[in-house]
């Protein structure tokens, strides 16, 4: 079991560009989550995914902001347009699902992006 | 919706003492489950414990252990015989319910251990 994995680990951009980050979760495992940390606070839902099927998006996701799961394995995190308060840790994790008993949730490194 | 508090922005621990970590939360939900979780200085989040809303034994993982209050809605974690290695943020986090799938943190707390 390699763990929750993502990529890049750090993204340094300037304003106005597009950025992709990749999720790869524990194999098998059917529910992948984003989230956005900004330092020292704690990780704010943005989105998950049951399989390839998006079931909730925050509203902290503007229209900038999209996410994929095409095949029900790994999922990409697109910003557009990016600003410099987008400027955060984007955290995935997974569970196997659904299920509160197997709802509990295992995260990745992180991708730390900064807007310049 | 769920909200979850974590009242000590920082704490501190001598190595092989005993420091116990606030949490208080809020929900409608019957069914929900808590956590605590880790994050050392630039590393990943690490699960520590969890406890099912409905178990009204305390959770225990060796040194860390929780004090599971539902009527007052309350979840404490207890370092026991705080190590070096215990040193990170550490989160409180609740699921369940309508928000089911999705963790709600807290603000997270600061611990230091000294030698």
């Known amino acids: 079991d390699t763990g929750v994995s993502q990529d890049p680990r750090h993204k340094i951009t300037k304003r106005g560009q597009n950025v992709t980050f990749r999720c790869d979760p524990i194999s098998e495992h059917n529910r992948l989550y984003w989230y956005r940390q900004t330092l020292g606070q704690g990780p704010e839902f943005l989105t998950y995914?049951?399989?390839?099927?998006?079931?909730?998006k925050s509203r902290l996701l503007s229209d900038r902001f999209s996410a994929e799961r095409p095949k029900g394995s790994f999922s990409t995190l697109e910003i557009q347009r990016t600003e410099q308060g987008d400027s955060a840790m984007y955290l995935c994790?997974?569970?196997?699902?659904?299920?509160?008993?197997?709802?509990?949730?295992?995260f990745g490194p992180g991708t730390r992006l900064t807007v310049l | 919706a769920q909200t979850v508090t974590q009242s000590q922005p920082e704490m501190s621990v001598q190595e092989a003492e005993t420091v116990t970590l606030s949490c208080t939360y809020d929900?409608?939900?019957?069914?929900?489950?808590l956590f605590w979780y880790k994050q050392p200085p630039s590393r990943q989040m690490i699960l520590v414990i969890r406890q099912e809303a409905y178990k009204q034994q305390n959770a225990t993982e060796n040194r860390f252990s929780v004090n599971f209050q539902k009527a007052a809605k309350s979840f404490s974690l207890k370092i026991s015989d705080s190590q070096l290695g215990d040193a990170a943020m550490y989160f409180c986090a609740s699921v369940g319910g309508t928000s089911y799938g999705k963790l709600t943190f807290g603000q997270g707390t600061i611990l230091t251990v000294h030698p």
């Open positions: 929900t409608s939900e019957s069914d929900y489950y």
């Open positions: 994790a997974s569970s196997l699902g659904p299920g509160l008993n197997t709802d509990t949730q295992y």
């Open positions: 995914f049951q399989n390839e099927a998006q079931l909730e």
